[in-house]
């Protein structure tokens, strides 16, 4: 009997316990008691978009229409790899009418070479080679003439010939005083070394169409060395992205032609990537430097495939106005893809405030 009343009384203490906690807990006020509101937790966002963790703008050096597109946007490339071709005809051409030039260049060298051994050989041309005997024979031409000359005039005064064979015989005279006057200077210049000038030019000449030669291989190394600026090629492993994936398409000197992201791994960016966005002013505080958040891309549902972790490596001092709007720039390491976020591909950067 006693011990029924006993568990009687303790559950009646224990009923009131539970009445007098229900209480409290909806009018805490009644006893003189506060209870700290439950914190509440709203999203900062900003927006962004995805890139390599090293970005290369590769741009065309001359203007041109696109020939041919080997590598499409969204595409891995090797170093190397040639992204787009520009057409090059008239470079091409160029170079195929400079190439004839050195050959026919190469020809005239062979030639002046030939006659450079020849002039060693034989210096002198046919009106100098036997000078000697050829003024030998001049002096006695002229000794012969001059003594036919005294005989003419002999016979001219005796009015044995007429006054014309006397003027004939006299300009026989002057004619071989003028052969021995030429082949005595001949003599002089032969003394002189003329066999050293022949050769001497004509090593002059040989030495002449080398030079025009190196001169041409010059402009021909020159014009091949232009012609790689005509195609755009991955300066490392990455992945491309282009302006145009159009055949024909026309590029003005300077534009953007290629843009290369370099995605491999390494301990700050593990999965090769990284995000920019923009935060509004007021919101920047809650961006922490080395404090995860997470990353809703606009490439696949993240409430059903995951979010990407992102976490800030650098906040941009300078700020961009939008309207009413002042932006500053975030810059994100991805650490984590649930799916392969496409370069360019853009999102929400998501980071969670806890508020009072």
Known sequence: MMKNMLWAAG???????????????????????????????????????????????????????????NVYSQTPVKQGDVIIE???????????KLEHSIMEQKKTLEIKT??????????????YRKTQWKLAAAKKRLER????????????????????????????VKDAEADLL?????????????????????????????????DLERELELLREQSKYYKIVA?????????????????????????INRVTPNEQFPCGKRVYAYFDEDDLAYVIEGVPC????????CDKKGFATLVPYQVKKQRAS???????????????????LRIDSTGTVEIFVKER
């Open 322 to 340: 939008y309207g009413d709007k002042v932006l500053h720039l975030v810059k994100f390491c991805v650490t984590k893809e649930t799916v392969p």
């Open 294 to 301: 997470r990353f809703r891309s606009n490439q696949y549902d």
């Open 235 to 259: 300066p490392y492993d990455g992945v491309c992205i282009t302006n145009s994936d159009v055949v024909h398409a026309y590029n003005a000197a300077g534009t953007e032609a290629v843009e």
């Open 145 to 172: 003439h001059t003594h036919e000359l005294e005989v003419y005039k002999r016979l001219f005064r005796n009015q044995s010939i007429s006054e014309l064979s006397l003027r004939e015989k006299a300009q026989e």
């Open 11 to 69: 559950g009646a203490v224990l009923a009131l316990l539970v009445f007098l906690a229900a209480w409290w807990s909806m009018n805490p006020a009644t006893f003189g008691w506060t209870v700290p509101a439950a914190p509440r937790t709203r999203i900062v966002r900003g927006s962004g978009f995805v890139r390599g963790r090293s970005r290369t703008v590769l741009r065309n050096k001359f203007a041109g229409f696109v020939s041919k597109v």
């Open 182 to 214: 030429g082949y005595s200077d001949d003599l002089d210049k032969l003394k002189n070394g003329l066999a050293n000038i022949y050769i001497q030019q004509a090593e002059r000449n040989v030495e002449a169409a080398r030079i025009k030669l190196a």
């Open 86 to 96: 520009y057409d090059d005809l008239d470079l091409r051409t160029s170079i195929a």
């Open 114 to 127: 030939v006659e450079l051994e020849l002039k060693k050989l034989d210096p002198l041309p046919s009106e």
